[in-house]
């Protein structure tokens, strides 16, 4: 923009341009808003004694505390008596007058760009990544309340090009804290940076990552070829999904020995597109496949079923398979732990109909899964 001025032999708008630009830098720097003197008293200055916001040297000597008030003042004449009257329209400058103007706001360019900034991603990052990061939210809202509103878009940027896969338990804590700060168009254009890597991510831990770090909200924001190159991903997975009882064991444990992948999209599989679609009968098959199959879509995926599941027809398949799954097994299965633990989560429907359908086909199994308390006289 000065170059442009300067060119056009406008030279007073040229140095105004100039002091724009400075203004500008000096906004960024600390993240305040402002013009003129006062935006230079807001940055440069000690206000009720407290140390300046821009730092250009220590600040720990009287000769650094003397430095840093004379480049203040230094600063402040030049707008109050060369950046107001040219932008009063009251100068016409000559060629000559703009170079020596222009070159010293570049020498307080470059002193400005040395000063320690009270604000740097580096260093905040730094402590996101600190052995003594305490885990709760708390203390992620307050380390990122202290990032200026300003920066805080390339902040969320950086730490997530930035990210360290394994810690993910941290990294979530903080990308939360971030995404309630953040506006619309914050984070679309955040979401636009992921789905640039998602395009080739292969790596199951870093696709865990991911999901750990997204909301159910930001899988619509993501570009379309991604969710489908995903959503295929994680249905492949889901597929081969085993969670078998560990025969070893004294207590009674299980492990997913396959599938661990397809058990972190449970919470976004009612967002898929194209999978969304798919979903209903690949979990139907796996409840009958085998045990370990079944005990897969228990343990992970039954609270969504009714989300996902958008006709009467997939409706009643469901649920007649489920009860002659109950029966099979005698109410002894991990689905029917599941099923009775979780019994009052799952719509009003579903509960009528898989009541009934018990009831009608083992009444002995109805009174241990439904009324295990009927004998009970209070």
């Known amino acids: ?17 100039a002091f724009h630009y400075l203004s500008d830098v000096i906004r960024d720097k600390v993240n305040i808003d402002g013009d003129g003197k006062e935006l230079v008293g807001q940055a440069l200055g000690s ?6 916001k821009l730092l250009l040297n220590k600040y720990q000597s009287e000769s650094d505390k003397t430095e840093q008030k004379g480049f203040e003042d230094i600063i402040r004449g030049l707008y109050i008596g060369i950046r107001n009257p040219r932008s009063h329209g009251q100068k016409e400058d000559t060629v000559e007058t703009a170079d020596v103007i222009i070159v010293f706001i570049n020498y307080i360019l470059g002193v400005i760009d ?12 730094s402590r996101v990544y600190d052995n003594y990061f305490v885990e709760t939210s708390e203390y992620a809202n307050v380390l990122v309340a202290e990032i200026p509103p300003r920066k805080r878009t390339d902040t ?23 995404y309630e700060i953040l506006d619309e168009a914050q984070i679309t254009q955040f979401l636009r940076v992921v789905s640039k890597e998602l395009k080739f991510i292969s790596d199951e831990n870093d696709i ?22 995903l959503e295929q991903i994680l249905i492949n997975n889901i597929k081969s999904g085993i969670y078998k009882k560990q025969a070893e064991s004294s207590e009674i444990r299980y492990k997913c020995s396959k599938g661990s992948l397809g058990t972190w999209a449970a919470r976004f599989v009612p967002y898929f597109a194209d999978g969304k679609n798919n979903m209903p009968s690949i979990l139907l098959r796996m409840i009958t ?46 689905l029917a732990q599941h099923i009775t633990f979780r019994f009052h989560q799952l719509p009003k429907v579903w509960c009528n109909d898989i009541e009934k359908k018990v009831k009608e086909k083992d009444e002995n199994l109805y009174m241990q899964i439904f009324q295990k308390d009927a004998d009970i006289p209070f």
């Open 1 to 17: 923009v000065v170059s442009k001025s300067y060119e056009a032999r406008h030279y007073a708008n040229a140095i105004t341009d």
């Open 47 to 52: 206000i009720k004694g407290d140390v300046p």
């Open 289 to 334: 496949e085998g045990i370990d199959s079944q005990n897969y879509v228990a343990q992970f995926f039954l609270g969504i079923l009714p989300l996902i599941i958008v006709n009467d027809y997939e409706q009643d398949s469901f649920i007649d398979t489920i009860c002659d799954e109950l029966i099979k097994a005698h109410g002894e299965s991990l």
């Open 208 to 229: 865990r990552f991911h999901l750990a770090i997204l909301r159910t909200a930001h899988w619509q924001g993501l570009d379309n070829i991604v969710r489908m190159r």
């Open 114 to 125: 040395q000063a320690k900034e009270p604000f740097t991603i580096e260093e905040w990052i």
């Open 156 to 178: 969320l940027i950086t730490l997530y090009q930035w990210r360290n896969v394994d810690k993910r338990d941290v990294l979530s804590l903080v990308f939360e804290a971030l």
